[in-house]
């Protein structure tokens, strides 16, 4: 029988391998990766699920992360790109420094603006909360490097210590940096993939500051009262959840319920002082939040806000958008 299975096989590739190996080039051409990403969309994601605080108040309501969905550039998906309605192409170098960098630069720092957006809700929240937390530990990474420098950093390299002096924050190497004179060499140890390295850097004078041409980001850690730990998930990345994340944790920390019941989405950065900074593919995440039925969508106030009632007015949506500037006026318009 497994004789029969098997001339039966051959005998049509044999007759048909033409026409294999066409579809066959035509598959591979299709999958063959392009330097875009393709945005096909936008979604909300309960934010509450992954943020735990001890002894925290429920609540009735949920604030809802709004996100885009994309998928990476093939030929495939960027011819229909031009066919499928609101797919929108991104080239690779809207995200990337310069042509040195790949994606891994880049999805690096979406991490690292992920971890500081959850860095600077946490202490936003506790603050206004009235609630304990300090700065239990700190971690210095290269989120950027200059392509003047011609040292052997790397996006993602964690700085250890700079002339032998540990560094704490981004404060302490720049006292270091400007300790010196220019085109002095400084001595920086690093961590890469679990190994230590030592690489000599340069300083150089740009705009009348010192500089070594590497742009540095820190990552608190916090020990905090009542405990928070926060879960992320692998496909996260950025900083536009800030906001969002600010108003669950801190509505995890007080009595009052401020989402009433209410669905609320929402997106926008925040920095460490309770700013809300604009983002970017706004109109993706807001259709998403409107396709998950959410009731309100909170965005940061100027152009994203404009952009929204744009939309909203032009597809008719029902959904009520809030424009803030800081997250105490965030909390002011949903009370």
């Known amino acids: 029988m497994l004789n029969n299975v098997y001339e039966k096989i051959k ?12 579809f066959l080039i035509l598959y591979g051409i299709f999958l063959w990766p392009l330097n875009y990403y393709i945005i096909v969309g936008g979604g909300i994601s309960e934010v509450g699920n992954r943020i735990e605080i ?4 429920n609540s009735k309501g949920s604030f809802n992360l709004a ?15 031009y066919i499928m309605p609101d797919w929108k192409r991104v080239k690779m ?7 040195e960098e790949d994606k891994n630069d880049v999805e690096f720092r979406g991490q690292i603006d992920l971890l500081n957006s959850y860095d600077f809700a946490i202490k936003n929240a506790y603050i206004k909360a009235g609630k304990s937390y300090k700065v239990s530990d700190t971690d210095i990474y290269v989120y950027l490097v200059d392509n003047k420098n011609n040292s052997e950093f790397k996006v993602g390299d964690k700085i250890l210590e700079a002339d032998g002096k540990k560094i704490n924050s981004v404060s302490d ?4 940096v400007n300790s010196h004179n220019v085109s002095d060499t ?8 679990k190994k230590k390295k030592n690489i000599k850097n340069s300083i150089y004078k740009s705009k009348d500051r010192k500089i070594t041409g590497i742009y540095i980001s820190s990552i608190n850690t916090y020990k905090t009262d009542p405990k928070i730990d926060i879960k992320f998930r692998k496909s996260e990345s950025g900083s536009s959840g800030g906001l969002i994340e600010t108003l669950d944790i801190y509505n995890k920390l007080v009595k009052e319920d401020i989402t009433k019941g209410r669905k609320i989405a929402g997106t926008g950065e925040i920095d460490s002082s309770g700013n809300v900074l604009p983002i ?4 993706y995440k807001l259709l998403g939040a409107v396709k998950e039925d959410a009731d309100i969508f909170i965005v940061p106030k100027g152009e994203n806000y404009e952009t929204c009632l744009k939309v909203k007015k032009e597809k008719k949506l029902k959904i009520k958008i809030i424009g803030v500037s800081n997250f105490v006026e965030a909390l002011e318009k949903l009370k």
């Open 11 to 22: 005998k049509f590739i044999k007759e048909n391998y033409k026409s294999l190996i066409f």
């Open 54 to 57: 001890e002894d925290s108040y």
């Open 67 to 81: 996100y885009v969905s994309e998928i990476k550039g093939t030929v495939g998906t960027y011819l229909l790109s």
């Open 93 to 99: 170098s809207d995200y990337t420094y310069d042509n």
């Open 173 to 176: 190497y720049s006292e270091i």
């Open 186 to 193: 400084i001595d920086i140890l690093i961590e890469r993939n």
């Open 280 to 283: 970017g593919e706004v109109k």
